[in-house]
Structures are given as C-alpha cells and as structure tokens.
C-alpha cells in the first residue's frame, strides 16, 4: 500500500466558532483515535488541524494509503476513516484518522482490478464491474493497493460473487453473495447463440 506523509497541529478548541475559524485559516479540523485509551480503558479522540492542501493527495485520488501522521512532533501511523465535504462547495470540512499498528487487523476498503479477457465478451457479451471496492481485514501491512479478479474463464451470463474470491493474508468482509463482476448477454451474443443453434 502506498503512504502520504501529513503534518498536524493540536488543538483544543472544538467547538463550532473555532472550527469555524480553523477553515478561514485554510486548516481542515481533524481527529485520530483508535490506539490510546484513558485509565478507565475507554477509547481516547485526539484533536487536531491540517492545512487543506496536506489533505489534496490523499483525499482526491482512487488509491488508498497508509498515512505517516505527524502531530506536534510525534509520529503515528494511520489510516483515513471518514471524511465531511461541504454539500456545496464540496470542500473538506472534517477528516477522522484511525491510528493502526502491526499487531491489530483493520477493515479497509481495497479497489478491485478486472484482469484477462473474458470467454463471454469474445462471444459477444458486455463485461460489468459490479464492486468497485472489496472491504478486507488483515494488518495494515498485508492490505495491497489493488484486488485483481481475473475474468478470463467468465462465460455469457455468469458471474463472480465475493464468494468466489480469496487471497492469502486476508480475510473478504464484504457480503459473500455480492457480485463482483458479470458478463451480460447483448443482442449480438445472442444472435450468435441462436445462429450457432441451427
């Protein structure tokens, strides 16, 4: 997987008027949890600004990255668990980071390459990528920056579930019935088929 390197500042003002004033600075509010926990083992939320433009290449871009976070000085590492646009302006309004480790499994969403030419499309069907994205489960260390799914057996109306799929070091969260990819019948497979019929 790839990484971004991001440099943070604290903050302590939360509230409304100071996130407010944190986006006219051109500073997005953010917030990591995830590792640190207070003395009653309740799960702590630091707190924290990035400048708009350290946020670009990680936010507008199909990969996914593992993010080296730097807060006043003190690096973790992390990955991007939600994001706020603004409904009009579609500017960021808020990230929240989730910090990982070696030793904890995480959930990401990893996107899904289509590979080979499938058997359907040379008889004349269409190729249909349903799942952009798989969700998966491992350390941060076994996550990939692609799931490639090869198609080349997939004949005219036949389909590749989740079900169908596995790869070493993961475990596939996604419902195991969704489907993946598909190659649908058009009017020229199926002239063909009734041809070769006759």
Same mark, same amino acid.
């Given at each position: 997987?790839?990484?971004? !390197? ?8 939360v ?13 997005v &509010? ?5 590792v ?7 799960p702590? /939320?630091k707190?924290f !600004?990035? &400048? ?6 990680? @936010?507008?871009?199909p990969d ?5 976070? /730097? ?10 668990k939600?994001i706020?646009?603004? &409904?009009?302006k ?16 995480? @959930?990401?969403?990893? &996107? @899904?390459?289509?590979e080979?030419?499938?058997?359907? @499309?040379?008889?004349g ?15 941060? /260390? ?10 080349? !057996? ?6 590749i579930?989740v079900?169908d799929l ?6 596939l ?6 489907? *993946?990819?598909? *190659?649908?019948? /058009? ?9 070769a019929?006759?």
């Open positions: 997987m790839k990484s971004i !390197s991001i440099s943070g500042s604290s903050r302590t003002e509230g409304k008027k100071a996130t407010n004033a944190l986006r006219n600075a051109g500073l &509010p953010c917030c990591i949890y995830g640190e926990k207070d003395e009653n083992g309740n702590v /939320t707190a !600004s990035v &400048p708009t433009e350290g946020l670009r290449k990680l @936010v507008y871009t996914i990255h593992i993010v080296d976070l /730097t807060i006043d000085g003190k690096a973790v590492k992390a990955i991007m939600d706020q646009f603004h &409904p009009v579609d500017t960021i309004l808020h990230v929240d980071f989730y910090q990982v480790t070696e030793e904890k499994p995480i @959930v990401m969403a990893v &996107p @899904v390459k289509l080979g030419l499938a058997d359907g @499309v040379r008889a069907g269409k190729l249909v990528q349903v799942q952009r994205y798989l969700k998966v489960k491992a350390i941060y /260390t076994a996550i990939p920056e692609i799931l490639t799914v090869d198609v080349t !057996s997939l004949g005219l109306g036949k389909s579930k079900g596995s790869y070493e070091g993961l475990e969260v996604t419902v195991k019935e969704s489907l *993946v990819a598909s *190659v649908k019948t /058009t009017r020229a497979s199926a002239a063909a088929a009734a041809a019929k006759k």
